[in-house]
């Protein structure tokens, strides 16, 4: 079915302004979400989002969702389950008219809070490997017809390159299991953090992180369980801290927030906000598997002279601090003086 004019001018405008925005050398949270933002300009969809396979190609991590239930946790989808799995296992379109009536449906009981009639996915296609999904949703039955695909096709296609190579971009500077910045990445960071605060007379702070008795659930539920509890980690401190705020996978359980422009007090508090947001939501998996997981966390504030070992070095033995005291709990670092 041919592309109305109308709808071809909307489509090439869109296109236009995507383009733009796709050019520029952003961090791939930010391309996703301008192709996941383009999609509901153009298309009668209530919701749209995009999965990218991880480096083993066998789960699709939530890249960029946009419009209603965006808040929601997303689903953890595997290659060939479900509607978006299946559409990257077999390098096919999806088009549903009613999901209540497809058995690749898998329903999102409790976690999301808007209803799914309609779909339609296309595959994200990259040196010819699919890399990804693009989707979009619609509460209304037969919501969307063939110039909405063709449209979806449209829009997947011209997205899939420059996404591609803002994932390779990223992956050499980043963790693929949470998609926290890799280790390498937090001493040149904090560098750049210390010397923009000494010109500002600014301040910085460092959040340590280290998840509570993590190894009991590598070895009572398996390493892929464990992946699955530190993306959520991950997913859950993003949710609750700034944008500004940059997170570092340090090693295994171990994670560093960088706080740019924070003081002790509100480095403190977005301590204790992530270690309570963790306390109070336990980790759902499948097969109804619920784990509570807690933090230990230490909070170290720039004291002007340190260097950034000195500083790491405090927030590291307020964390271990925090272990010692009973785990589950925020220290903040004590102030002293520089050696050498």
Known sequence: MPISSRSQRA????LLQLTAQLTDDRPLEDF??????????????DHASIRLLDTTRTSLLSGARS???EEDRPMDFKRG??????????????????????????RAEGQQSFSVRSIIAEPLWSSGEVIGVLSVTNPVANAFGDEEQLMLRLLANCSAPPIERARLRRLAMFDDTTMAFNHRYLTPRLVEEMERASRSSGDVSLLYMDLDHFKSVNDNHGHAVGDVVLRMFA???????????????????????IMPATGATQAHATGHRIQQTLHGEPVELEGNLR???TVSIGVATWDKRETPDQLERRADEAMYEAKRLGRDRVVVATPRDVVG
């Open 11 to 14: 489509a090439l405008d869109v």
């Open 67 to 69: 419009g209603t239930g």
């Open 32 to 45: 996703l979400k301008a192709v996941t933002e383009a999609t509901l300009d153009l298309l009668h969809a």
């Open 81 to 106: 389950e479900g509607v978006l799995g299946w559409v990257v296992e077999h390098g096919q379109p999806a088009r549903i008219g009613d999901v209540e009536h497809d058995s690749r449906w898998v």
């Open 291 to 293: 784990l509570r997981q």
């Open 235 to 257: 997913d859950r401190v993003r949710r609750v801290v700034r944008r500004i705020d940059v997170l570092v996978r340090r090693g295994g359980e171990e994670f560093v927030l």
